[in-house]
């Protein structure tokens, strides 16, 4: 970070650290979210969101933060917390599962509530979305979770009469976590952001079934300026061409697959420089075993300017051994 002002963006930071950056940035925080193991904080405009996904490597905690150059001021609506600099809106919710309420149910409810949300305070535009909930790949009455979950969106957005295309669709991410129930933070936009699609990848929201009865709905990467910055949003990436996935059982496989399929969404940014800008990545993998080699390939691929945080996370298709999704900021020109 250039010294002399909070900027807007993202910051992984570990237990060490997250406090004084905290206490530097006060006032201008839009959002902290915690992995691992739990602690206390500074206070912030809205509590810390925790999603339950052990940190893998040395440390035991990581901690997103996503910060704006200007003053943040909270707001809260039927119950959510969100932060607003003028720009962006930043919030979370969490909804328990209930004993006979089904995933689908409250992923539905769950989106009902996000555009209720963004819509009274007319930030309508939802830029990034994350999803988490636990036993992602497990059957649930005779459907797999995440594709329970799949189902559940599409209604909340038929039913908000919002579009499935381009124009109204963020980038996202779909992880398991550990424990807790559906936890899903976002940021929305008072302007839209600008999609982008991967060539070597099918859009999501055009799966066919035989991945779910309704397909997934986001982009591949959403590109937007906030606060100066030139911001790329690279959704959950994986080892995924066309639809399908590739090299069943051979995690080194899917890691170039994956590697190469963010690299082909940041060669869709105008004037892309490596050398410039900060690029943040949170790299999901399945089996701890594989964390040196998925480390190895990463560095190689995008040097060791560029932060990453490693989670032992479960993927939503069961054949998936890791996904990356990573942010990349750039001043403004
Ligand atoms: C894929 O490419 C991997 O359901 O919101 C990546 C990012 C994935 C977001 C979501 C799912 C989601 O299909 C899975």
Redo the contacts with the bound molecule.
Sequence with gaps: MRSGGTQFGLAYLDAGEVGAYLERCSGKVLSVIGFGQPLPLPQTACAPLWVDIPVLGAKHSSFEVWTSDAAVAACEHEGICGTTDGKVLFASLTLPQRAGETLEALASQAYMRIFGFIDRFEYRNLLRVW?YFPQINDDENGLERYRGF?VGRHAAFVANGRSIGEEDVPA???LGSNSGSLTIYFMAGKQPGKAVENPRQVS?YHYPDKFGPKS?I?VRALSVTLGGQDCFFI????S?VGFETLHLGDSAKQTAETLLNIRTLLQQIPHYDPAQGRMLLKVYVRHEHDLAMVQDKVRAEFGTACKAVYLHSNI??SD?LL?IEGAYFNDAR
Excluded: D, K, Q, V
Excluded at 235 to 238: I, K, L, M, V, W
């Design positions: 999803h799949n996202a991410s779909a999501a997934p986001f959704s959950g990436t994986a995924i939503c298709r998936l996904e």
